[in-house]
T-cell receptor
């Protein structure tokens, strides 16, 4: 079956530091890949997505590139802010309407 | 507009109560989902509706009963719940099911506490 593995957290950074959250996947076929962000007490918000190999998704300074050769979709941001503190979920969407989520990575950014 | 709305935001119920969670989207999406999320865990799929018909039931106990009255609305009826059912219940929608590129959009969730 499909699976997503995210780097374990929590991750604590100082403001303006560089962020990388690793995500690797196992899937049959050609899934789409997503990053969702969840702020405390809220639902999941779509952060970015990529639908085929070598696609780069980007939004609000965050980027991730769909790497089929390494089955990875790592999330990066050049300069994090306190407001980026949240839980980040990597996910893939396979067939028949099912999404597979990673366990989530908690990011805390300190001023 | 990519908004999915859910009501109520918070719900406290006893184990003998009957209550319902509601979800609504006006994006013309034909697939709608219920997820359960425990603290510090990823969402777990419960049910999927496609074109108002139940497509997937992930072996959810019968004390949870989904209903899709029309293409914009999704309900989750709750009866005789257990304290371990306390969680954040998330609704989501997508354009369809067949395409892996369909993005799921999530609502803000209902925080359920069962006493």
């Amino acid at each position: 079956g499909n699976s997503v593995t995210q780097m374990e957290g929590p991750v604590t950074l100082s403001e303006e530091a560089f962020l990388t959250i690793n995500c690797t996947y196992t899937a049959t076929g050609y899934p789409s890949l997503f990053w969702y962000v969840q702020y405390p007490g809220e639902g999941l918000q779509l952060l970015l997505k990529a639908t085929k190999a070598d696609d780069k998704g980007s939004n609000k300074g965050f980027e991730a590139t769909y790497r089929k050769e390494t089955t990875s979709f790592h999330l990066e941001k050049g300069s994090v802010q306190v407001s980026d503190s949240a839980v980040y979920f990597c996910a893939l969407r396979g067939n028949a309407g099912k999404s597979t989520f990673g366990d989530g990575t908690t990011l805390t950014v300190k001023p | 507009d990519t908004e999915v709305t859910q009501t109520p935001k918070h719900l406290v119920m006893g184990m003998t109560n009957k209550k319902s969670l509601k979800c609504e989207q006006h994006m013309g999406h034909r697939a709608m989902y219920w997820y359960k999320q425990k603290a510090k865990k990823p969402p777990e799929l419960m049910f999927v509706y496609s074109y108002e018909k139940l497509s997937i039931n992930e072996s959810v106990p019968s004390r949870f009963s989904p209903e899709c009255p029309n293409s914009s609305l999704l309900n989750l009826h709750l009866h005789a719940l257990q304290p371990e059912d306390s969680a954040l219940y998330l609704c989501a929608s997508s354009q369809g099911l067949a395409g892996t590129t369909d993005t799921q959009y999530f609502g803000p969730g209902t925080r359920l506490t069962v006493l």
